[in-house]
C-alpha cells in the first residue's frame, strides 16, 4: 500500500472495471467523479535521506542563472551609488555593499557578501557522458580521469625522452653534460593546488606518487627537452629579500654619505643610529663613548657584529641615541638599528645575506604575563601533598 | 496487421459497450488501435539498423580476424611459454601441450582457436558500439594497454580497482551512467595470489569478458579464455596489437555500412565487402 501512494483511486476501480465489461458503464460514471481524489501519504515517505545525498550539485543552467543575476545585479548597485556601471570593480562593490549593509559583526564569513558565481560555487564537472551513453575521456572507468591522465601523460613524456636520448646515443652525440632544467627559486605545486587544478580529490598517496614521477622524469640528462610540461607543475617562491624597504643614501654638506637607521624595538628599548660614511669606526651614545656605555664585552659585541660580518669595521663613524630597557636590549635595539642603516651602503646579494644572517629580523620576544593561580608566567605555586 | 483485425472482431462483438468506453483514459482495446497507427512510422529507421547489425551474424568469420595472426607469430612471441609447474592451476591442465624442463608449455592450436573467437566477439561488440574496457594490473604493460584503448577509442583502467566500480556504478560516477558492454583482462591477476577483482564483479553484473589466462590463472569466471602468456612484453605487444586491429576493423566496417545503408534506398540487399 505504502508504494503505491501516488496512484488515484480511479486507476484501481478502472482496472477492476475492465475485467468485467458488465459494469462498465456504472463504474465509469463513478471513476470520473472519484479521479482527482489522492491517497493520503505519510510525511515518512517524502523525507529525503540528506546524508546520502552527498555535496549539493549545482547544474550549469543554474550557475549561467546566477552569473546573469550577479552582472544584472552589479549595475543596479553602481547606479544606486551613483557611479558608472561600466568601470564598477569588485573592489568597488565590496565598498557599496558594506556602506549599504553595515555590519557589526566580527566574523568575516557572517557579513553580508557579493561576488563572482564561480568564487561562491564550488566549481563541479558537468555530466561525463555523451548522449549515446559512451564517456568521453579513456580513462572515465578507473574513477579518477584527469590525475590517471596527468600520470599516462607525465609517463609518455618520459619515455619519449629516453627514445631521444637512445637516438643520441646511436648517433654518438650523447653527453652527460647536457643544459638541465633549472629548479632554483621554485616549488613543486601543493596538494590543493593540484586538486584545483585537476577538480577532483586525490590522497596524499597519489600526490607523493605523481611527486616521485616528475623527480623521475627530471632526473633523466635530456629532460630539459620536456621543460615546459614540467614548469606548468612548478610554482615560483617569492624573494624574501624584495619586502626590505631600503632607503637611498643621504649626503650632508660635506658631501660625505650618511643614512639613518630608524628607532628598532626590543623589549622596551628604542635606538637610533646615524651612520657616516668615510669615518674612523668611533660610536658615541647618547654623548658617551660606546666603551663607557657599555662597559660589559658582550654588549660592545652585539654594536659590532653587523659591521664585523660585512667587513667594513673601521668605515662607518657612528652616532647612536637610545632610551628604554636595560643595557643588553639597549645593545640589541642597537644593533638592529645599525643594520638597517647600513642597508643603503650594501648591494641585492649583501642585503640577503645579512637576511639570512638574521640581522634585519626584530626580535619579538617580549616579558611574559604572570597568569592568576600561578606564581609567575610559567612558575606554578608549590605544590603540597597534603 | 493481425492484432487490427482481433481488434475490429471484438469491436463489431461489444457494439453497444463502445459508447461507454470511449472516454479519454483508453482500455487495452484502443490501445492496441493506437498502436497499430504508430508502427509503419518505425519500420524505416529501424530495420535499416537492425540490417545493419544482423548482417555479421549471417557468415562465421565476417572480418576475416583469421588473416590477422598465424600460429608462427603466436610463437615468436613466445606466448606458449607458461609458469613452472608448481605454479599450475588446476583447471588449466586441458589447455597446456605438456611440461618441458619443469615449465608449462600452452597448446597453441587451442589458442588460436581461442583467440579467433574472443577476437571474433570484440569485433561484433565493436561494431555494435559497445564500450570496451581493458583491464590489466601489471605495472610494466599499464602504459602500453592504455595508449592501445586510446588509440582505438575504446577504454582502459590499469590502477587500483576500487571496490564499487561495477557494483556500485550509480554512486561512484553518477546516476544514468552506461557499464562497460565488453571487459578484455589482458591479466586476470592482481598480484600471484589474487584474481582481479573484476572478473568476479563482471560475472556478477553480466557483462561478457573476454581473458589472457596464463597457467597460474583461474579461467572459471572468463567467458573467452584465451591460454597464453601474460609476462613477456612481446606478447603482450602482441596481444594489444591485435585488439586495436580488430576493434579498429570493425568500427571501420560499421562506418562503411551505415554509409552504404544511408546513400541508398532502404530494402536494397548489400553484399559483405
Same mark, same amino acid.
Given at each position: 500500500?505504502?508504494?503505491?501512494?501516488?496512484?488515484?483511486?480511479?486507476?484501481?476501480?478502472?482496472?477492476?472495471?475492465?475485467?468485467?465489461?458488465?459494469?462498465?458503464?456504472?463504474?465509469?460514471?463513478?471513476?470520473?467523479?472519484? !479521479?482527482?481524489?489522492? !491517497?493520503?501519504?505519510?510525511?515518512?515517505?517524502?523525507?529525503?535521506?540528506?546524508?546520502?545525498?552527498?555535496?549539493?550539485?549545482?547544474?550549469?543552467?543554474?550557475?549561467?542563472?546566477?552569473v546573469e543575476e550577479f552582472n544584472i545585479g552589479k549595475r543596479h548597485l553602481a547606479n544606486m551609488m551613483g557611479e558608472d556601471p561600466e568601470t564598477f570593480t569588485q573592489g568597488d562593490i565590496n565598498r557599496s555593499i558594506a556602506y549599504l549593509f553595515p555590519s557589526g559583526l566580527f566574523d568575516k564569513k557572517a557579513k553580508p557578501l557579493m561576488k563572482h558565481p564561480d568564487e561562491v560555487f564550488p566549481k563541479q564537472r558537468a555530466v561525463q557522458w555523451g548522449a549515446d551513453g559512451r564517456p568521453f575521456h579513456?580513462?572515465?572507468?578507473? /574513477?579518477?580521469?584527469?590525475?590517471?591522465?596527468?600520470?599516462?601523460?607525465?609517463?609518455?613524456?618520459?619515455?619519449?625522452?629516453?627514445?631521444?636520448?637512445?637516438?643520441?646515443?646511436?648517433?654518438?652525440?650523447?653527453?652527460?653534460?647536457?643544459?638541465?632544467?633549472?629548479?632554483? /627559486?621554485?616549488?613543486?605545486?601543493? +596538494?590543493?593546488?593540484?586538486?584545483?587544478?585537476?577538480?577532483?580529490?586525490?590522497?596524499?598517496?597519489?600526490?607523493?606518487?605523481?611527486?616521485?614521477?616528475?623527480?623521475? !622524469? =627530471?632526473?633523466?640528462?635530456?629532460?630539459?627537452?620536456?621543460?615546459?610540461?614540467?614548469?606548468?607543475?612548478?610554482?615560483? =617562491?617569492?624573494?624574501?629579500?624584495?619586502?626590505?624597504?631600503?632607503?637611498?643614501?643621504?649626503?650632508? %654638506?660635506?658631501?660625505?654619505?650618511?643614512?639613518?637607521?630608524?628607532?628598532?624595538?626590543? +623589549?622596551?628599548?628604542?635606538?637610533?643610529? !646615524?651612520?657616516?660614511?668615510?669615518?674612523?669606526?668611533?660610536?658615541?651614545?647618547?654623548?658617551?663613548?660606546?666603551?663607557?656605555?657599555?662597559?660589559? =664585552? %658582550?654588549?660592545?659585541?652585539?654594536?659590532?657584529?653587523?659591521?664585523?660580518?660585512?667587513?667594513?669595521? /673601521?668605515?662607518?663613524?657612528?652616532?647612536?641615541?637610545?632610551?628604554? /630597557?636595560?643595557?643588553?636590549?639597549?645593545?640589541?635595539?642597537?644593533?638592529?638599528?645599525?643594520?638597517?642603516?647600513?642597508?643603503?651602503?650594501?648591494?641585492?646579494?649583501?642585503?640577503?645575506?645579512?637576511?639570512?644572517?638574521?640581522?634585519?629580523?626584530?626580535?619579538?620576544?617580549? +616579558?611574559?604575563? +604572570?597568569?592568576?593561580?600561578?606564581?609567575?608566567?610559567?612558575?606554578?605555586?608549590?605544590?603540597?601533598?597534603? | 496487421?493481425?492484432?487490427?483485425?482481433?481488434?475490429?472482431?471484438?469491436?463489431?462483438?461489444? $457494439?453497444?459497450?463502445?459508447?461507454?468506453?470511449?472516454?479519454?483514459?483508453?482500455?487495452?482495446?484502443?490501445?492496441?488501435?493506437?498502436?497499430?497507427?504508430?508502427?509503419? #512510422?518505425?519500420?524505416?529507421?529501424?530495420?535499416?539498423?537492425?540490417?545493419?547489425?544482423?548482417?555479421?551474424?549471417?557468415?562465421?568469420?565476417?572480418?576475416?580476424?583469421?588473416?590477422?595472426?598465424?600460429?608462427?607469430? #603466436?610463437?615468436?612471441?613466445?606466448?606458449?611459454?607458461?609458469?613452472?609447474?608448481?605454479?599450475?592451476?588446476?583447471?588449466?591442465?586441458?589447455?597446456?601441450?605438456?611440461?618441458?624442463?619443469?615449465?608449462?608449455?600452452?597448446?597453441?592450436?587451442?589458442?588460436?582457436?581461442? #583467440?579467433?573467437?574472443?577476437?571474433?566477439?570484440?569485433?561484433?561488440?565493436?561494431?555494435?558500439?559497445?564500450?570496451?574496457?581493458?583491464?590489466?594490473?601489471?605495472?610494466?604493460?599499464?602504459?602500453?594497454?592504455?595508449?592501445?584503448?586510446?588509440?582505438?577509442?575504446?577504454?582502459?583502467?590499469?590502477?587500483?580497482?576500487?571496490?564499487?566500480?561495477?557494483?556500485?556504478?550509480?554512486?561512484?560516477?553518477?546516476?544514468?551512467?552506461?557499464?562497460?558492454?565488453?571487459?578484455?583482462?589482458?591479466?586476470?591477476?592482481?598480484?600471484?595470489?589474487? $584474481?582481479?577483482?573484476?572478473?568476479?564483479?563482471?560475472?556478477?553484473?553480466?557483462?561478457?569478458?573476454?581473458?589472457?589466462?596464463?597457467?597460474?590463472?583461474?579461467?572459471?569466471?572468463?567467458?573467452?579464455?584465451?591460454?597464453?602468456?601474460?609476462?613477456?612484453?612481446?606478447?603482450?605487444?602482441?596481444?594489444?596489437?591485435?585488439?586495436?586491429?580488430?576493434?579498429?576493423?570493425?568500427?571501420?566496417?560499421?562506418? $562503411?555500412?551505415?554509409?552504404? $545503408?544511408?546513400?541508398?534506398?532502404?530494402?536494397?540487399?548489400?553484399?559483405?565487402?
Amino acid at each position: 500500500m505504502a508504494a503505491s501512494g501516488g496512484r488515484t483511486v480511479g486507476s484501481f476501480l478502472w482496472k477492476c472495471g475492465n475485467c468485467c465489461f458488465n459494469f462498465n458503464t456504472v463504474s465509469s460514471n463513478l471513476t470520473r467523479q472519484v !479521479l482527482s481524489r489522492q !491517497l493520503c501519504v505519510s510525511a515518512v515517505l517524502h523525507r529525503k535521506n540528506l546524508a546520502a545525498a552527498g555535496p549539493e550539485k549545482f547544474s550549469e543552467e543554474f550557475i549561467k542563472k546566477q552569473v546573469e543575476e550577479f552582472n544584472i545585479g552589479k549595475r543596479h548597485l553602481a547606479n544606486m551609488m551613483g557611479e558608472d556601471p561600466e568601470t564598477f570593480t569588485q573592489g568597488d562593490i565590496n565598498r557599496s555593499i558594506a556602506y549599504l549593509f553595515p555590519s557589526g559583526l566580527f566574523d568575516k564569513k557572517a557579513k553580508p557578501l557579493m561576488k563572482h558565481p564561480d568564487e561562491v560555487f564550488p566549481k563541479q564537472r558537468a555530466v561525463q557522458w555523451g548522449a549515446d551513453g559512451r564517456p568521453f575521456h579513456f580513462l572515465f572507468y578507473t /574513477g579518477k580521469q584527469s590525475y590517471y591522465s596527468l600520470m599516462h601523460d607525465t609517463f609518455t613524456k618520459a619515455l619519449a625522452v629516453e627514445k631521444h636520448q637512445d637516438r643520441l646515443r646511436g648517433k654518438d652525440l650523447f653527453t652527460q653534460d647536457a643544459k638541465q632544467i633549472s629548479l632554483v /627559486g621554485s616549488r613543486w605545486l601543493l +596538494k590543493e593546488e593540484l586538486e584545483e587544478l585537476l577538480v577532483e580529490t586525490i590522497s596524499e598517496h597519489d600526490y607523493a606518487r605523481f611527486i616521485q614521477l616528475m623527480e623521475r !622524469l =627530471l632526473s633523466l640528462p635530456y629532460c630539459s627537452v620536456e621543460e615546459d610540461f614540467v614548469q606548468r607543475y612548478r610554482r615560483q =617562491l617569492e624573494i624574501q629579500s624584495s619586502k626590505q624597504q631600503v632607503q637611498p643614501l643621504q649626503y650632508d %654638506q660635506h658631501g660625505v654619505a650618511y643614512s639613518t637607521g630608524d628607532g628598532k624595538q626590543r +623589549k622596551t628599548a628604542t635606538g637610533t643610529v !646615524l651612520l657616516r660614511d668615510s669615518g674612523s669606526g668611533s660610536i658615541s651614545i647618547n654623548g658617551t663613548n660606546y666603551v663607557h656605555y657599555f662597559p660589559v =664585552l %658582550q654588549d660592545r659585541e652585539q654594536l659590532m657584529f653587523p659591521l664585523h660580518f660585512m667587513g667594513v669595521l /673601521g668605515r662607518f663613524d657612528m652616532q647612536c641615541s637610545v632610551s628604554g /630597557g636595560g643595557h643588553s636590549s639597549q645593545a640589541g635595539a642597537l644593533r638592529l638599528a645599525i643594520s638597517r642603516a647600513m642597508l643603503s651602503f650594501l648591494s641585492e646579494g649583501q642585503v640577503e645575506t645579512m637576511r639570512q644572517a638574521g640581522l634585519l629580523t626584530p626580535d619579538p620576544r617580549i +616579558k611574559e604575563r +604572570k597568569k592568576p593561580g600561578q606564581e609567575g608566567a610559567r612558575r606554578k605555586f608549590t605544590w603540597k601533598k597534603r | 496487421m493481425a492484432a487490427g483485425v482481433l481488434t475490429k472482431g471484438l469491436c463489431g462483438f461489444r $457494439q453497444p459497450r463502445i459508447v461507454a468506453a470511449g472516454y479519454s483514459c483508453s482500455g487495452p482495446l484502443y490501445a492496441t488501435a493506437t498502436a497499430v497507427k504508430t508502427l509503419p #512510422l518505425q519500420t524505416d529507421s529501424t530495420a535499416v539498423t537492425d540490417k545493419i547489425q544482423n548482417l555479421p551474424l549471417e557468415t562465421p568469420d565476417f572480418f576475416h580476424l583469421s588473416e590477422l595472426f598465424s600460429l608462427k607469430d #603466436l610463437f615468436d612471441a613466445r606466448v606458449h611459454l607458461g609458469h613452472k609447474k608448481g605454479c599450475r592451476h588446476r583447471l588449466m591442465e586441458p589447455y597446456l601441450f605438456g611440461s618441458r624442463l619443469g615449465q608449462d608449455i600452452i597448446d597453441l592450436d587451442q589458442t588460436m582457436a581461442h #583467440l579467433q573467437s574472443a577476437l571474433n566477439f570484440t569485433a561484433h561488440i565493436a561494431y555494435r558500439g559497445g564500450i570496451i574496457l581493458f583491464v590489466s594490473r601489471r605495472r610494466q604493460f599499464g602504459h602500453v594497454v592504455e595508449s592501445t584503448a586510446g588509440d582505438c577509442g575504446e577504454y582502459a583502467h590499469t590502477r587500483y580497482w576500487q571496490g564499487g566500480l561495477l557494483t556500485n556504478a550509480p554512486i561512484q560516477y553518477g546516476s544514468g551512467v552506461r557499464l562497460p558492454d565488453l571487459i578484455v583482462f589482458l591479466s586476470t591477476l592482481n598480484n600471484v595470489f589474487q $584474481q582481479h577483482v573484476g572478473v568476479r564483479d563482471a560475472a556478477k553484473m553480466n557483462i561478457p569478458t573476454v581473458g589472457v589466462v596464463d597457467s597460474n590463472c583461474n579461467p572459471s569466471l572468463v567467458t573467452y579464455p584465451v591460454p597464453g602468456n601474460d609476462d613477456t612484453p612481446a606478447a603482450m605487444e602482441l596481444y594489444c596489437r591485435l585488439f586495436k586491429m580488430t576493434i579498429n576493423r570493425a568500427k571501420d566496417k560499421r562506418r $562503411q555500412m551505415e554509409l552504404l $545503408q544511408g546513400l541508398s534506398p532502404p530494402g536494397l540487399t548489400q553484399g559483405s565487402s
